[in-house]
Structure formats: C-alpha cells, structure tokens
C-alpha cells in the first residue's frame, strides 16, 4: 500500500516548497511571480529537477497555450467586437431583466471557453456597465452571475483557463512514474471537458435564475450604495459626492494662488475640484501637480456654485459659468468622469496617485477611491492603492483609452471611444473560427494551433506585434512556468504518493473511489482559496492520480476533478475574475460567500457527477 512508503528527504524538501508557496501567497509577503521563480530555483539548485529541464516551463505546451489565448483576446477586442456584442445583447434583451441576465452570463461564458478568464471579465465590464445604465439592472444583480458564468464556462475545453492547460503536460509528467505494466495517460483532446462545461454553465444559469438572483437583489435592498451606475451627474454625486457644475476662475494679480502649483492650490481648505489649467498657450485637463499658476491664468475647477463662489471671492479670481477657454476640453463628446477597477496584476498596486504620476505621465486626475464600500476623497493621491479599488478619473477619453492599454487599470465606465480596427473584424472572426475548427477537427497540438491563429491575426494586421506583447499578462507566464517543475517533484520524489497513501490511511476502509474523488475536489477547491487556481493545479493533480492508483480508479478522471476544482473559487478575491467585480458591485466578503459558497457545493457536485458518467460511458 502507498502509505508504506518512507518519508525521504526530497520528499521532505518538495513539500517544505508546497508548505513555503501556501505560506507566501496567503500572506502576501512577496509577489506571486517571485515565489514561483524562488521555487524554481531551489528545485534546480538541490538537484531535485534536473539542471537540463528546470526551465522546460517556459517552453511547455501550457505556457504556450496561455500566452496564445491571451493574444487572440486581444486581438478580437481591437475589432470592437465586444461593443458589437453589448449592441446585440441590448436589442435582443428587450429590456427584459432576466432575460438579458441570462443572455449576457451565456455569451460570456461561452467566451470564456477560449480566452483567459481574467481577460474575458476585463472585456465584459464595459459591457456590464452599458448594460447597466441602459436596463436600469443594477451592478450587483449583473456581475456575480456574469463572474460565474465566465469560471463556469471555461470548462467548455481545454484552454478556457490555467488549470484545463496546465493539466495535460502533469499527465505527460506523470507517465514517468506509472507503476510498470500500466497503459500510459494520454492528453485530453481540445473539447474533451465540454459535458462537464455545458452543465455547469446551465446549473450557474439555472442557480442565478432561482435562487442567487433573490439573494442578490436582497442586498441591494439592504441600503447599500450599490444603485444603477447610469454613469450620470447624479450617479457620480450620489456615490462619490462629485457633485457640481464645471466653472472657470481667471487668476488676477492680487491673487494668493499666483506662484503656487497645482498640488498647493489644491490643498488649500474649501479647494474645488482642479481639472484644468490654462496658462498662456499651455493648456492642460489633468495638469500636473508641479505646475504653476501665474497672473491671467484660467483654472477649470468642478463643484457646487456656492462653493466656487466662495473660494473665487476669497482668493481673488473672477469666476465664469461660460467656459470660455476651456470649453472644448469639457466637451462630453471629449473628455469626462470614469470609474476603473485595479486588477490584481495591476503595477499600480501599493503605490499612490503621487507616485504614479498619473496626471503628469497620463493626463488623468484622480478624484476618488471606492474602497470596501467606502469612498476615499481626502488627499485622495497620497492614498496607496490596493487591487480591487474602484477609482474615479477625470479626463480626455483619448487618453483614458490610452492608458487603459497597459492593463493596469479597467475602465468600467462605457465612454466614447472609437473602435480601433473595425474594418478587421471580419477577417478576426474567420481566423479565429479556423482556429477552433482545427484545433476540434486537426491533429495538432492545442498550443500550436492557438498559436498559429495568432500568427493569421499578426500577419492580418488585426494585431501589431507590439500590441501582442502587451496583450500577455507577464505575471501569469512567470507564476505558471515557475510551477510547473513543482508539480513535478512532487510526483518524481514520491511526495504526492505518500500524501495519498496517508490520505487513505484517514479514511475508512473501502471507500468508494467517488467518495474519494468528492475529498479530492473539496482539498483542491480549498486550496484554490489558498494558493491560486495555478497553485492548486501543481499541488493537487499528482496526488489525485496517486491516489486514483491506490484505489484502483482512473487516473485521468482523478486529475481532471482536480484541475476542474482547481477554478472553483466564487468567493474570494484570490480569484482574479472575483477581485476585478469586488468594486464595480461593492461586494462584501460576507457577499460572496453568501451567494458564491453554495454555488461553490453545486460545482463540486456537478464536476464529480459528469466526469463519472463520462469515463464510466467510455468504458
């Protein structure tokens, strides 16, 4: 029996890493990207992955697969496909609420099925928000379903998310630890998790349909600030206190401001606003902190008319309801109020406002932070920013739209912005159809047949190469690369058969291996809260195929639980799709747990159940 296995050294060793990962993704102490990178380098450097293949990672299929989705996202977002997608959605929704619920979770996770899950919601939150504005359906009715959908929705194939791609090269991996005489574990095919997709995004549908919605609307009704984000004066005032009217105070010669910069004029008590400056033939939405205000100078500044009024009299300037310099800058067409979302990858997070100079570097001014449902407006750019923080921006769309490339922030806010290459959307969708239709009909190996639909859309023009190298999250490359030589160890060293032997040792004698694999499903889901979807996937599947060994299960099925319970997260924030709607729908922790944990148990349910019938079918 496995458990009789002992304890060696390398074991030892592998799962003091697994100890030291869960430690440091918990707490936070070091970035995600440089545990994994740490780890690497430990299982090189005593030996217990070979120096030859210790970098294999990088150049794994998974890897490539994961760098490949991302590409072809970016890709059909440039086309203005999504903005295309929102239109159909509202003409077909009928203004019907839960029909356009309903429509909008299916589409979503339909999409979620061959891009990464953290792109498709960064392209759905635009979508959401017009859907918002114009349905009267809150934000906090619309984002968890449509969060569920896309987690849902990814079990459609093999390359809907980290945990389905990395799956295949642990079974590749595993096969050189298979006890002989046994038939080696062949990789799944591109839509083999499709039943188990299909149901669980029907159950998600069905769930939000009869049962999350109440809960959702239960708390909207529980007083929150959570009302119908119409993107409006009013919406901005009533959350943010934005409140006011945008006026201009031309700077006499007796005025106190003259020689301050725009930092010390704005910190003075009772300050509108600042948006604008004009100063001789240099004007400026969102001017930086050190520029100075001098004699004739035309400030834009926002807020109630009485305030200015005060502030206008006390420090000597003449104020104008007329924009009469600055009037094209304000243009609604031109420039205006955002709200965007830090995502969890975001450079922005733990600096300020100040740091980043976003005014000066970017030409946006920050007005406001939505924090845990609680609004940051003092000092508001010394405020060291978090990821889930909503923040508010005012500036040129043209701008916004350019800094929102970096993928540091993402703009929920439906602006106006042109479609980038619309005339390539046709050309886009073909080859992304070609795509699909030979990864399902092809023999290829999935990375390359994602990675040749990237090269059509580059050599289209659909994308520049530029823009594809800004279109990969770099984080997720490292953390995944990084290990994947993890999961590895675990199985050469014989840690992960001595974690399932001792598995087994716990629980009664002649346990049903369906019994076992519900155990498996809940310690990967737990895990998941833990160390990421990655993480658990590494840790996780090597013990499940061990423990599929012991008991005379399948081994396949064990590892496929594991990886599908890896995304089994609608909780928490570890989840990079949850942490990116936390804001947007000022979702409590005590929130998602709520309407989140029991869809959680429905998922456990529903992946154990099909993965059954479906190997039980192919026998």
Known sequence: MESGLTLTNDMRLVLGLVGFTMAMFLFERIRADLVALSVLVVLGITGLIAPEEIFSGFSGNAVMSIIATMVLGAGLDRTGAL??????????????????????????????????????????????????????????????????????????????????????????????????????????????????????????????????????????????????????????????????????????????LVGMSVAEAESMHDAPLLLALKS????????????RIWVG???????????????????????????????????????????????????FIGKTARELRLRQQAGI??????????????????????????????????????????????????????????????????????????????????????????????????????????????????LTAGLIPLGWAMDSSGAAAWVAGHTLDKLPDGTPPWALQIVVALLTTGFSLVISHVGATIVMVPIAINLALAVGGDPTAFALIAALSASNNLMTASNPVISMITGPANYSARDLWRVGGPLALVYTVVAVSVVNLMFWGGR
């Open 83 to 256: 903005n295309r997608l929102a239109g159909w959605l509202l003409r077909h929704g009928h203004g019907k609420e839960q029909r356009l619920l309903a429509m909008t979770s299916l589409v979503a996770g339909l999409n979620s099925s061959f891009m990464q899950n953290p792109s498709v919601m960064a392209l759905y939150l635009p979508v959401a928000a017009r859907l918002s504005g114009r349905s009267g359906l809150a934000m906090s009715r619309l984002l968890l379903p449509l969060a569920a959908a896309i987690v849902m929705g990814a079990a459609l194939t093999m390359v809907g998310n980290s945990p389905l791609i990395l799956l295949n090269d642990l079974l590749v991996s595993a096969n050189n630890n298979l006890p002989s005489g046994m038939a080696t574990l062949e990789q799944l095919p591109m839509f083999a998790p499709a039943p188990v997709g299909a149901v669980l995004l029907a159950a998600s549908l069905l769930y939000f349909r009869f049962y999350g919605n109440r809960k959702l609307a239960a708390l909207e009704d529980g007083g929150g600030e959570n009302v119908t984000p119409a993107r409006t004066e009013s919406y901005f005032a009533r959350t943010y206190g934005i409140e006011g009217d945008v006026f201009e105070l031309a700077v006499s010669a007796e005025s106190p």
């Open 280 to 291: 001789g033939n240099d004007t400026r939405l969102a001017p930086p902190a050190d520029m």
């Open 297 to 347: 100078s035309v400030l834009g500044v926002m807020g109630p008319r009485q305030q200015v009024h005060d502030f206008a009299q006390n420090h000597f300037l003449r104020m104008s309801s007329r924009l009469r310099n600055l009037g094209d800058l304000f243009n609604p067409a031109r420039a205006g109020i955002s709200e965007a979302v830090v995502p969890p990858t975001s450079r």
């Open 365 to 478: 001014s920050l007005l406001a932070i939505n924090r845990d449902k609680q609004v940051i407006r003092d000092d508001v750019r010394s405020v060291a920013l978090r990821a889930g923080d909503m923040l508010v921006f005012h500036s040129i769309w043209q701008d916004l739209a350019r800094a929102a490339e970096s993928r540091d922030f993402v703009v929920v806010t439906d602006y106006p912005k042109g479609e980038q290459r619309p005339h390539k959307f046709k050309i886009a969708m073909a080859i992304f159809a070609a795509t699909i239709l030979i990864a399902l009909f092809g023999k290829l190996p999935v990375a390359l047949t994602l990675m040749t639909g990237v090269v059509g859309m580059l050599l289209a023009g659909v994308l520049k190469m530029d823009e594809a190298y800004a279109a990969i999250n770099w984080k997720t490359v490292f």
